[in-house]
């Protein structure tokens, strides 16, 4: 079992920065794909961004150039840097995992993000 634990996240003005951190614990043997997804209210989740152990990356997008991913693979955290916010980013951002030889994803329980204009 994997749990995630989010932080960082709160309320900020139109384009202010907020940084979102995400830690694994439980058993990591095979920890590989981490990522955020994000659900605003009467949407659907969306993918924001994920990064291989390796550092490959992919994001969404509506935050390619804004956001960045990155990840401490030796403290098992993942991090999201949003820059340039928009009250379109308002959402609740959840971490998700992968780990070798299961089926399921791992996720957090979600970081509320509000973005006032």
């Not at 995630?4 to 920890?31: D, K, T, Y």
């Not at 390619?64 to 820059?83: C, E, H, P, W």
């Not at 928009?86 to 973005?115: F, I, L, R």
Request: proline share 3%; net charge positive.
């Amino acid at each position: 079992q994997v749990q995630l634990v989010e932080s960082g996240g709160g309320l900020v003005q139109a384009g202010g920065s907020l940084r979102l951190a995400c830690a694994a614990s439980g058993s990591l043997f095979g920890i590989n794909l981490m990522g955020w997804y994000r659900q605003a209210p009467g949407k659907q989740r969306e993918l924001v961004a994920t990064i291989t152990t390796r550092g490959d990356t992919k994001y969404g997008d509506s935050v390619k150039g804004r956001f960045t991913i990155s990840r401490d693979n030796a403290k098992n955290t993942v991090y999201l840097q949003m820059n340039s916010l928009k009250p379109e980013d308002t959402a609740v951002y959840y971490c998700k995992c992968h780990q070798d030889w299961v089926p399921d994803a791992y996720w957090g329980q979600g970081s509320q993000v509000t973005v006032s204009s």
